[in-house]
């Protein structure tokens, strides 16, 4: 089975700072795509940004940016330039299977104006 | 892309009673997924629902308790039976897109349950 722990139930930031997410996972796959989803309050999941685990490459979609370390099994999401809009629980999470995503327990990101 | 409706998008039922709720989706998918996010936690899988099949429950959920039917491509229900305060929690569809499991998966705005 696979899992995903995120470490970190809360945490704040400065508007305008850097602000680094935690995630780690376990599974005996060896191809798998990993994701961060945000939840605001609206609570519509969003995908904020996918790896593919082949790709060394970490991914980046414009400030938000992962540290992929594939053999430590860890999955870091970097938010840049915070904006009060990225205020919003995080979930980590992996596909298992055909499009089944496992999450993890999620981090409330607060970011202080 | 998809976009995802929700209905209700939020309820509050009395212990014992059943409620379903609709997720339509704007084009064809092969795949459904039901999500049980309970207050402040993580969302788990409830079922996949595939067209013309019966769905697939994950571990701790049973038909007889959260019923599903998925009549086309576009549209599929959730039924949350015989209703207890425990059952309390948002419960989310989603949909992927594309026929791999490389496709994100996309969520409509869930359906908070309350149950008194």
Same mark, same amino acid.
């Given at each position: 089975?696979?899992?995903?722990?995120?470490?970190?139930? #809360?945490?704040?930031?400065? #508007?305008? #700072?850097?602000?680094?997410?935690?995630?780690?996972?376990?599974?005996?796959?060896?191809? &798998? &795509?990993?994701?961060?989803?945000?939840?605001?309050?609206?609570?519509?999941?969003?995908?904020? =940004?996918?790896?593919?685990?082949?790709?060394?490459?970490?991914?980046? #979609?414009?400030?938000?940016?992962?540290?992929?370390?594939?053999?430590?099994?860890?999955?870091?999401?970097?938010?840049?330039?915070?904006?009060?809009?990225?205020?919003?629980? &995080?979930?980590?999470? =992996? =596909?298992?299977?055909?499009?089944?995503?496992?999450?993890?327990?999620?981090?409330?990101?607060?970011?202080?104006? | 892309?998809?976009?995802?409706?929700?209905?209700?998008?939020?309820?509050?039922? %009395?212990?014992?009673?059943?409620?379903?709720? %609709?997720?339509?989706?704007?084009?064809?998918?092969?795949?459904?997924?039901?999500?049980?996010?309970?207050?402040?936690?993580?969302?788990?899988?409830?079922?996949?629902?595939?067209?013309?099949?019966?769905?697939?429950?994950?571990?701790?959920?049973?038909?007889?308790?959260?019923?599903?039917?998925?009549?086309?491509?576009?549209?599929?229900?959730?039924?949350?039976?015989?209703?207890?305060?425990?059952?309390?929690?948002?419960?989310?569809?989603?949909?992927?897109?594309?026929?791999?499991?490389?496709?994100?998966?996309?969520?409509?705005?869930?359906?908070?349950?309350?149950?008194?």
């Amino acid at each position: 089975a696979q899992t995903v722990t995120q470490s970190q139930p #809360e945490m704040s930031v400065q #508007e305008a #700072e850097t602000v680094t997410l935690s995630c780690t996972y376990d599974t005996s796959e060896s191809d &798998y &795509y990993l994701f961060w989803y945000k939840q605001p309050p609206s609570r519509q999941m969003i995908l904020v =940004i996918r790896q593919e685990a082949y790709k060394q490459q970490n991914a980046t #979609e414009n400030r938000f940016s992962v540290n992929f370390q594939k053999a430590a099994k860890s999955f870091s999401l970097k938010i840049s330039d915070s904006q009060l809009g990225d205020a919003a629980m &995080y979930f980590c999470g =992996i =596909i298992q299977g055909a499009q089944k995503l496992v999450f993890g327990q999620g981090t409330r990101l607060t970011i202080n104006p | 892309s998809a976009v995802i409706s929700q209905k209700p998008s939020r309820d509050i039922c %009395q212990r014992g009673t059943s409620l379903t709720i %609709q997720c339509q989706v704007d084009s064809q998918v092969t795949m459904m997924f039901w999500y049980r996010q309970q207050p402040g936690q993580s969302l788990t899988l409830i079922a996949t629902a595939n067209q013309g099949s019966e769905a697939t429950y994950e571990s701790g959920f049973v038909i007889d308790k959260f019923p599903i039917s998925r009549p086309n491509l576009t549209f599929s229900t959730l039924t949350v039976s015989n209703m207890s305060p425990e059952d309390s929690s948002i419960y989310l569809c989603s949909v992927g897109v594309g026929q791999t499991r490389t496709g994100e998966l996309f969520f409509g705005e869930g359906s908070r349950l309350t149950v008194l």
